[in-house]
Nanobody, 127 residues
Framework: QVQLVESGGGSVQAGGSLRLSCAASGYTYVPYRMGWFRQAPGKEREGVAVIYRGGDMTYYAESVKGRFTISRDNAKNTIYLQMNSLKPEDTAMYYC????????????????????WGQGTQVTVSS
């Protein structure tokens, strides 16, 4: 059974940094891709960043390019999201997700393509 557990959320002031972690378990091979998504109250879940198998290919939402960095440690089955220069509009619940086989494709950051999700970790950025 695939499990994803996020950690590292918290409250920071604008301009600050946080690093989110997602520890994955329950599978024996490296997933096709893993990603970070976020959902603010009253808004739809949106893709933030994705990293593909091997770690060489990443993709970011325009709103976070240059500020966020996704990375993975396959030996630890963990992915990370380093968030710098945080803005109040980054406030949301952040979710880790895994697409194990890559059989569904709507784009790099479509939630419907990811079959496994964590419970989320809250990020709050104050002005």
């Amino acid at each position: 059974q695939v499990q994803l557990v996020e950690s590292g959320g918290g409250s920071v002031q604008a301009g600050g940094s946080l690093r989110l972690s997602c520890a994955a378990s329950g599978y024996t091979y490296v997933p096709y891709r893993m990603g970070w998504f976020r959902q603010a109250p009253g808004k739809e879940r949106e893709g933030v960043a994705v990293i593909y198998r091997g770690g060489d290919m990443t993709y970011y939402a325009e709103s976070v390019k240059g500020r966020f960095t996704i990375s993975r440690d396959n030996a630890k089955n963990t992915i990370y999201l380093q968030m710098n220069s945080l803005k109040p509009e980054d406030t949301a619940m952040y979710y880790c997700a895994a697409d194990l086989l890559g059989r569904s494709w709507h784009g790099s950051l479509f939630p419907v393509d990811f079959g496994y999700w964590g419970q989320g970790t809250q990020v709050t950025v104050s002005s």
